[in-house]
């Protein structure tokens, strides 16, 4: 080979390198004007808009791909591949929709979920950040771009399964909730049955509320209670639902930035010399938070779907009225009648202190006497 | 056999190749049971990671084009802005948009900031543009959610440079929760920003502007006269929004470092989007980021710690000194500026010490350590058989 030749071929190599790093180099943008930057970002949300729609598209047909009619129980359609979930999970998941099937009658009834029932994608994902870290989980989703997807982590059970499936059911069964009931509960209407921990944070929420009208609820007015729920007209929140004591706890509960002289100066005013009239201006300074939480207000709710039976649910996407009169007319009772019953199941969910029992007398007798005998024994 | 080096270092290595075939995972994409549908999959996670791009680069370009669009409106009303003296308090240009409720708070909240600082306002003029943040398109085109953010109020400051008189415009975005009444701006969101700085103590002097623009203000977002750090302070005062643990520079600072503490106010102070995002196709923008919350750190609150330990009367001179930031300070409390700074992250976060750090007990456990080693070793080894 000739020496010019050897030459070229020996710099090919650097200078295909050097060119590609140079091309590659990410190009550093220098300060734009307002109307160019607004071009930049006009056409990157364009092409976000199309890069969304192509994964969509393709979700779409990932989802074709699965059979149509894997398995039907009641209302509840499940589309997955036996050969993606192997034997195994397969058994699995059939156990977890015969039991989803039961308790979805039993809790949603006559509830409109889907068009002709719900159906339910179920695939297997290897769930992890890396791939050779991850393990695997089951992916639930309602079908149709819904958007919402639940992991069941492992070890997949019949009954982790189950509750997802029901879980996701409960999302179409909510859908028709009237926005001010929504908005009432604090966009917070789970379709699920109340358990005992729900009822007994209700009633610590309502025992140890700071607010006069909850007081005047758990001494028996059904008025207050309504009125701790956030169920009827206030025009003075503050004074209706707050003594000045209270207005004192509410602003003694914030985290004030002392990074204002005057406002740390007005808190501890309140706070500490409670001069009334500072902490009615500073509670009057933001908004008055409803006596009875969020969750609280979601126990009244899903009494009220109990309450209502089979047809709860229907009856709730189709009533009108204040909130009160809605959950009033699902339940079937008058609306007094609804307070009061979850009142009373409230009330009976208070937790009770400790009880010393029979053993624990006797134990401690035993350590008191043995005790009294050890030290008359050292005296002698 | 014996066991040469060569022979030691090839059964390690055949060793690890055992163990790496026995024990690490297969690869699950080639597994038919392992994914859903592989050859979708693999498309699905890189349009996926194509999205993440250009949501981040959509987000980067928001934040420009609002600074850039802020300083146009700056520039556009500036006329209306000077009309009002310094001594009346700023002047407040409202958007058309915001309604009555939400300019009387912001009024309201102004001058109660001013009021808060007694005789140190009005020193030079300040402007004020307030917008709502509830766009949802832009040209047709869907502004995804995030984009609109705060939900309360966002403010920041643009540097002091667009209106004919050279004031210090804040900038006040209204939240979609504020104009719904579902809530509204606490009454300790102090609206004016950095400006409050301008308006406290005047314009600065030339070369503390140049710092101040070239750390896009990042070390003077809040002005407050509370007084000096209590724990109280120190914990609302230190958090991480401009700061994080693997902060060599700060940690050394600590370390009582001072070249790294006078490096660290050379720092330039970056929105956390420039900080985080490997996409240098949007420039960093020249106006400072906006903050959704009161504002937060140990950058953001530098300026405003030293008012309160040296004094507003200091601090005046300091701020308008025709020297550097560094020089100013000196001339004013005969410390350096790099021992202030380094007690501030002392008090802030504790001391630190670079280096290892031998203490006599550490030392003293290690000797006798070594010496028990060698006491059992010379009581129970084995001594050589002689032949």
Redesign the interface.
């Known amino acids: 080979m000739s020496e010019p030749r050897r030459v070229v071929r020996g710099l090919t190599l650097p200078l295909a390198i050097a060119l590609a790093s140079v091309m590659a180099a990410p190009r550093v943008s220098t300060a734009q004007s307002t109307a160019q930057y607004r071009a930049r970002l006009i056409a990157a949300l364009r092409d976000r808009h199309a890069l969304r729609d192509s994964l969509d598209a393709l979700h779409a047909h990932r989802i074709a791909e699965v059979p149509p009619d894997s398995m039907s129980s009641g209302r509840l359609h499940v589309r997955y591949s036996k050969a993606t979930l192997g034997p195994s999970l397969d058994a699995t998941l059939r156990g977890a929709v015969r039991q989803a099937a039961g308790d979805v009658d039993a809790e949603f009834g006559d509830a409109q979920i889907g068009d002709s029932g719900a159906v339910l994608v179920v695939s297997r994902v290897n769930w992890g950040m890396f791939t050779a870290l991850g393990f695997d989980a089951v992916l639930v989703e309602l079908s149709g771009g819904r958007g919402r997807m639940s992991p069941v982590r492992s070890p997949i059970t019949e009954r982790k399964l189950a509750d997802a499936l029901v879980d996701m059911i409960g999302t179409l069964a909510t859908d028709g909730v009237p926005a001010n009931v929504s908005r009432w509960a604090g966009y917070h209407t789970p379709a699920r049955p109340l358990t005992h921990d729900d009822w007994e944070a209700a009633a610590l929420d309502l025992a140890t509320s700071n607010s006069s009208v909850a007081r005047t609820c758990y001494s028996g007015s059904v008025a207050g209670c309504e009125s701790a729920l956030g169920l009827t007209t206030v025009r003075d929140s503050l004074s209706e639902w707050y003594t000045p004591e209270g207005w004192r706890a509410l602003v003694a509960s914030w985290n004030v930035q002392p990074g204002d002289p005057a406002l740390a100066a007005a808190h501890a005013e309140c706070v500490d010399k409670k001069v009334m009239a500072t902490c009615e201006r500073l509670a009057r300074s933001r908004p008055v938070p409803v006596p009875l939480d969020m969750a609280t207000r979601s126990t009244l709710f899903n009494l009220a779907i109990a309450r209502g039976g089979r047809s709860a649910y229907a009856k709730l996407r189709s009533a009108h009225g204040t909130p009160l009169e809605v959950l009033s007319a699902v339940a079937g009772i008058a609306p007094d009648a609804l307070v009061d019953d979850w009142r009373t199941h409230t009330l009976a969910s208070v937790p009770h202190g400790v009880r010393p029992g029979a053993a624990e007398a006797t134990v401690l007798l035993a350590w008191t006497a043995l005790f009294g005998f050890a030290a008359t024994r050292r005296r002698s | 056999m014996t066991v040469t080096p060569m022979r030691w270092a090839s059964a390690c290595v055949l060793a690890c190749l055992v163990l790496g075939v026995l024990l690490?995972?297969p690869?699950?994409?080639p597994d038919?049971?392992?994914?859903?549908?592989p050859r979708?999959t693999a498309?699905?996670q890189t349009?996926?990671k194509?999205?993440n791009a250009?949501?981040i680069?959509?987000r980067m370009?928001?934040t420009?084009?609002q600074a850039?669009?802020d300083?146009?409106v700056a520039r556009r009303v500036a006329a209306q802005l000077a009309s009002a003296s310094a001594r009346n308090g700023p002047s407040i240009w409202f958007d058309s948009d915001v309604p009555a409720s939400a300019r009387s708070r912001v009024s309201q909240l102004i001058a109660?900031e001013q009021?808060?600082r007694g005789s140190w306002r009005g020193k030079s003029p300040v402007g004020v543009l307030v917008f709502t943040d509830t766009a949802a398109t832009?040209?047709g085109?869907?502004?995804?959610w995030g984009f609109n953010g705060p939900l309360i109020a966002s403010t920041t400051m643009l540097r002091a440079t667009p209106g004919a008189d050279g004031r210090c415009v804040a900038v006040v975005r209204i939240g979609r929760r504020v104009l719904r009444g579902?809530?509204?701006i606490?009454?300790?969101r102090?609206l004016l920003d950095g400006c409050a700085f301008y308006d406290a103590f005047g314009s600065p002097g030339a070369q503390i502007r140049a710092w101040m623009d070239s750390s896009t203000a990042g070390f003077g977002r809040?002005l407050?006269?509370?007084?000096p750090d209590?724990a109280?302070?120190k914990q609302?005062r230190w958090g991480f929004y401009d700061f994080w643990y693997s902060d060599w520079r700060f940690a050394r600072c600590a370390g009582n470092d001072l070249p790294e503490c006078s490096a660290l106010l050379r720092m330039p102070t970056v929105s956390w989007q420039w900080r985080w995002a490997n996409?240098?196709?949007?420039?960093v923008p020249?106006e400072p980021q906006a903050y959704n919350y009161?504002t937060p750190g140990f950058n953001a609150t530098l300026l405003?710690a030293m008012v309160r330990e040296i004094g507003p009367e200091r601090f005046e001179r300091v701020w308008q000194s025709p020297k550097s930031i560094d020089s100013a300070y000196f001339d004013v409390t005969g410390e350096s500026l790099a021992s202030w700074v380094h007690r501030r992250a002392v008090t802030l976060d504790g001391p630190y010490h670079i280096g290892p750090l031998p203490t006599t007990t550490t030392a003293i456990l290690t000797i006798v350590t070594i010496a028990c080693a060698l006491a059992l070793s010379a009581r129970f080894a084995r001594r050589p058989v002689s032949a």
């Open positions: 690490l995972p690869d699950p994409s038919q049971f392992a994914e859903w549908s979708w498309h699905e349009l996926t194509q999205l250009r949501q680069h959509s370009l928001a420009a084009y850039a669009s300083a146009d109660a009021t808060s832009l040209a085109a869907r502004l995804p579902e809530d509204s606490p009454s300790d102090h809040d407050s006269f509370a007084p209590s109280t302070v609302s996409d240098l196709s949007v420039p020249a009161p405003d």
